[in-house]
């Protein structure tokens, strides 16, 4: 159709990529909540002969990305030989932080 798209501005970091023949636009490299939350694209639309603007707005929603955490770095417990009886017995309860 001779129809072409872009991403003008607001693409900071180059995190979005558009189809520029079919105007798919797509995340291209990985989100970071935490440097940007939101991002105002704008998008031009082309056929050679005039253009077209519009603009995409893009929340980033957070999630936990951090791995879990044991609340201490070790822990210690001791078991004697007659503590087998009546298994499965707990030895020691770990955690993690929230």
């Known amino acids: 159709s ?3 798209y872009k991403i003008s501005s607001g693409n900071i970091g180059n995190v979005f ?3 520029n023949t079919t105007g798919a636009l797509y995340v291209a ?6 440097k940007i939350k939101k991002y105002e694209l704008r998008l031009t639309v082309s056929d050679n002969f005039k253009e077209n603007y519009t603009t995409v707005l893009i929340n980033v929603c957070d999630v936990n990305d951090n791995p879990p955490v044991f609340e201490k770095s070790s822990y210690r417990t001791q078991i004697t030989e ?13 955690s993690v932080g929230k």
């Open 82 to 94: 007659e503590d087998d009886r009546g298994l499965p017995k707990r030895v020691l309860r770990v």
């Open 17 to 19: 990529a558009i189809r």
């Open 29 to 34: 490299k990985a989100l970071d909540y935490e």
């Open 2 to 4: 001779g129809v072409r």
